[in-house]
């Protein structure tokens, strides 16, 4: 404590501490206070997706005493870690940072035997203010009309398709409805021509058909992006019905596309059935 208190008025320290490496003091209740300390984080189910992680991880509770640690690994050879948060950062992540190591030779030398891994810089809040926008200027905005907005969405996330489903008609760059409800005087028709946009039409508001415009839409095809798409709709409805507990049912795919998601369902240590008529014959998760 004395220690952190000295530092934050801004005194240069230089300190030794008992271990065998960084790890032992990040896991020493007593001494990792000198590089942040460490404490538990409960982090939302988005965040730990996005993380690919477990809920309930560990962090580093604050900036660390000394900024810079080396160990001592044996007589004349030394790891010197250049920035002590991002290797406690690392190492609480399960990763394994890479420090600069050198050694005292024979002849009192010192010579560096492993450069540091370079890490790359972290991006300014205005560079990912202009990546986000630029990546949201790439975007087709499409506005559902009649449509499951739902399914639609799913859809786009599963075939990774650079679009995002608008939530109003002064966002969209299109539009698209089902037959009934595209005739000529109806409400959506005289709001696209006064928003000067396009509109595409659907048979029906089933699945089936959203995907098969969006393969057509997006130049999509080919068996081996099918087997990807399916099987990405399936990684992702599985975390669905993981978090909401309630079953959800897939887009109509082909026997074998059925049987690879079956197999996915299984590894995940959830039950599915094939329901449905061909050629509307899909997966239904359970959870």
Same mark, same amino acid.
């Given at each position: ?13 230089i300190?030794?501490a008992h271990g ?20 538990s ?8 997706k996005r993380r ?5 991880i560990l962090?580093r ?6 900024d810079i640690a ?19 950062d690392?190492?609480l ?8 190591i ?8 010192v010579?560096? /035997?492993q450069?540091?891994? %370079? +890490?790359?810089p =972290?991006p300014t809040?205005? #560079?990912?203010?202009? &990546?986000?926008?630029e ?23 599963a075939?990774?398709?650079p ?16 037959k009934?409800?595209a005739?000529?005087?109806?409400k959506?028709m ?6 000067n946009l396009?509109?595409?039409?659907i048979k029906?508001?089933?699945s089936?058909?959203?995907v ?6 997006? /130049?999509?095809?080919?068996? %081996? +992006?099918?087997e =990807?798409?399916?099987?990405? #709709?399936?990684?992702? &409805? ?6 909401s507990k ?16 079956h197999q996915?369902v299984?590894e995940?240590?959830l039950h ?9 014959r899909?997966?239904?998760i359970?959870?």
């Amino acid at each position: 404590l004395a220690c952190r208190t000295i530092a934050e008025r801004g005194v240069q320290l230089i300190g030794t501490a008992h271990g065998n490496s960084l790890d032992n003091i990040i896991s020493n209740p007593t001494l990792s206070d000198l590089v942040g300390g460490v404490q538990s984080v409960i982090l939302s189910d988005e965040e730990a997706k996005r993380r690919r992680t477990q809920k309930a991880i560990l962090e580093r509770k604050a900036p660390p005493t000394f900024d810079i640690a080396i160990e001592i690994r044996e007589r004349d050879v030394f790891a010197i870690y250049h920035d002590v948060g991002k290797a406690v950062d690392a190492i609480l992540r399960g990763r394994n940072p890479q420090p600069e190591i050198r050694v005292r030779t024979s002849g009192g030398k010192v010579e560096v /035997r492993q450069k540091p891994k %370079e +890490e790359m810089p =972290e991006p300014t809040e205005e #560079e990912l203010k202009r &990546a986000v926008k630029e990546k949201e200027e790439n975007l087709e905005r499409i506005y559902p009309f009649g449509i499951n907005r739902g399914h639609l969405e799913r859809a786009i996330r599963a075939m990774q398709l650079p679009a995002v489903v608008a939530s109003s008609l002064d966002e969209a760059d299109i539009i698209l409805t089902t037959k009934p409800k595209a005739r000529a005087g109806t409400k959506i028709m005289l709001a696209a021509q006064e928003h000067n946009l396009p509109v595409h039409v659907i048979k029906k508001n089933v699945s089936s058909q959203i995907v098969k415009f969006l393969r057509y839409y997006f /130049r999509v095809g080919g068996r %081996e +992006e099918s087997e =990807e798409i399916a099987l990405r #709709e399936v990684e992702e &409805a599985i975390q669905q019905v993981k978090s909401s507990k309630k079953s959800v049912d897939l887009n109509p795919q082909n026997a074998y596309l059925r049987r690879l998601q079956h197999q996915k369902v299984e590894e995940a240590g959830l039950h599915s059935e094939s329901v449905g008529e061909e050629p509307k014959r899909r997966l239904r998760i359970y959870p």
